[in-house]
């Protein structure tokens, strides 16, 4: 039995359905690592903290990089809040104000 649960917000709901495929099953896979062991005993190459509470998924597919930033909210869920594809190095800092937006209207 889980004892996490990953849980996509509305918003992003429709940012993940616009994937690809396969970064929409490496989003499952890390998601499914995240229910099973919980955010403490999954690290890099899956996820990686980002700034204060937010944390992002890395996905890697044939077409490039995308992520799924989320947070821990209310006891053991994770909330899925942007999911978008990467064109730069770093983190777009519009991705981060809109999951910490997205968070912020959640609580």
């Known amino acids: 039995m889980s004892e996490w649960t ?3 917000h509305p918003l992003a ?5 616009s994937l690809p495929t396969d970064m929409r099953a ?3 896979h890390i998601a499914e690592l995240l229910e099973e062991l919980g955010p403490q005993k999954v690290g890099m190459p899956h996820i990686r ?3 204060g509470k937010l944390w ?3 996905m890697k597919g044939k077409d490039g ?4 930033v989320y947070a821990a909210v209310h006891g053991r869920s994770l909330l899925v809040l942007h999911v978008f594809v990467k064109k730069t190095q770093t983190t777009p ?3 981060i104000e809109t999951a910490r937006k997205r968070l912020e209207a959640a609580k």
């Open 49 to 51: 903290p980002l700034e």
């Open 65 to 68: 990089i995308a992520r799924a």
């Open 13 to 17: 709901e429709g940012e993940l359905k």
């Open 26 to 28: 490496r989003f499952l």
């Open 6 to 8: 990953v849980v996509v």
């Open 56 to 58: 992002e998924m890395r």
């Open 93 to 95: 800092r519009a991705a």
